[in-house]
């Protein structure tokens, strides 16, 4: 594959990570949207701030993967993906720990809705990324 081909599977997939953080994050707005419409603000926010705790972790690893320097060699790309993937759930974790920390009335069950919401956007997006 000449250097043209690794520009255009690179610019590919930086629109795939793109789609499936838009993807992701939409579910967590639509979500919390809904249960605001329905249920009201006390619960929405939870389902918000769940999402983002599945958007804003999974931001990073994309941002450490699809660094310029990531991809200068195998050995720089499996660097960032282990950084990536340790600074992922430290963010998820802090995020995690400030919500239950910080937030009253907390409903758990809205909060993780909202995680897992994310978490199932990410094979829906695949699905459609439209990719041959």
């Known amino acids: ?26 579910a967590a707005l639509l979500l919390a949207g809904a249960v605001w419409i329905w249920l009201g603000s006390g619960r929405a926010i939870p389902t918000l701030l769940g999402g983002l705790i599945g958007v804003v972790p999974n931001a990073f690893l994309a941002a ?3 660094s310029p320097r990531a ?8 660097r960032a993906g282990w950084i990536g993937e340790a600074g992922k759930l430290a963010i998820a974790a802090v995020m995690f720990i400030a919500v239950f920390a910080t937030l009253e ?4 069950e809205f909060l993780f809705a909202g995680f897992i919401a994310t978490l199932l956007a990410l094979p829906v997006a695949l699905m459609f990324d439209g990719r041959d």
């Open 1 to 26: 594959m000449g250097a043209s081909g690794v520009f255009v599977a690179g610019v590919h997939s930086m629109r795939t990570v793109r789609n499936i953080l838009l993807a992701q994050l939409a």
């Open 64 to 66: 450490r993967l699809m």
């Open 71 to 78: 991809g200068s060699s195998a050995k720089s790309l499996m």
């Open 105 to 108: 009335p907390l409903h758990p």
